[in-house]
């Protein structure tokens, strides 16, 4: 039922992303395995995967201005999960949101480019398309009509680094194009912000 899977959802999406993933079982979804996040052969230059931008001591909840986080709809405070111990190089921050008629979350995660397949794959999300955020190539990985609840971009920001940016909502207004909608303001928002640190 419509009701429950949401639940199963978020429970995924929360094991995942703190590290619990291993011990449950998912949701009983088909998933395509994702097509590997951009790896960028472009030019040398910031946030083209040919610089390192020195992200490893970035405060990701503090990326996003107020105005943005308004704009988001985030009205609770941005938390940092505790790290996972099977993927220490993953950081995260999470952003909440709970309104009358939806509740959910944005992630925003800095994320090895060998860990980011296991990451979108886990979010039972289906294979990524080429795009581009920001001006950094980037991969979409969209929510699917029957399953509205789920919207992630990989970007390629540096070396090896990507930034999963993440969507997570349900509600009675949810639909795959506005949790992708929302998903790629707050990965535009983010990575306008790093390419300004």
Do not use: K, W
């Amino acid at each position: 039922m419509s009701s429950v899977r949401p639940s199963v959802v978020f429970l995924v999406a929360a094991a995942l992303l703190t590290g619990c993933a291993g011990g449950e079982e998912p949701a009983a979804q088909p998933s395509a395995t994702p097509s590997a996040p951009p790896s960028s052969s472009a030019p040398a230059e910031p946030g083209a995967g040919g610089e390192d931008l020195g992200l490893a001591e970035v405060d990701l909840c503090a990326l996003l201005t107020e105005e943005q986080l308004a704009e988001l709809g985030v009205n609770d405070e941005p938390m940092s999960p505790p790290a996972d111990p099977d993927h220490p190089s993953v950081r995260e921050c999470r952003l909440p949101t709970l309104h009358e008629d939806s509740f959910g979350l944005y992630s925003l995660a800095l994320v090895p480019a060998e860990d980011a397949d296991a990451l979108v794959d886990a979010l039972g999300l289906d294979s990524g398309d080429g795009t581009e955020i920001g001006g950094l190539p980037a991969t979409t990985y969209p929510a699917a009509e029957g399953s509205p609840e789920v919207c992630a971009f990989a970007v390629d920001l540096a070396p090896d680094q990507l930034l999963l940016a993440a969507r997570m909502v349900d509600g009675v207004e949810t639909t795959a194009a506005r949790t992708c909608e929302e998903a790629s303001t707050a990965a535009e928002y983010a990575v306008e912000a790093l390419l300004d640190l």
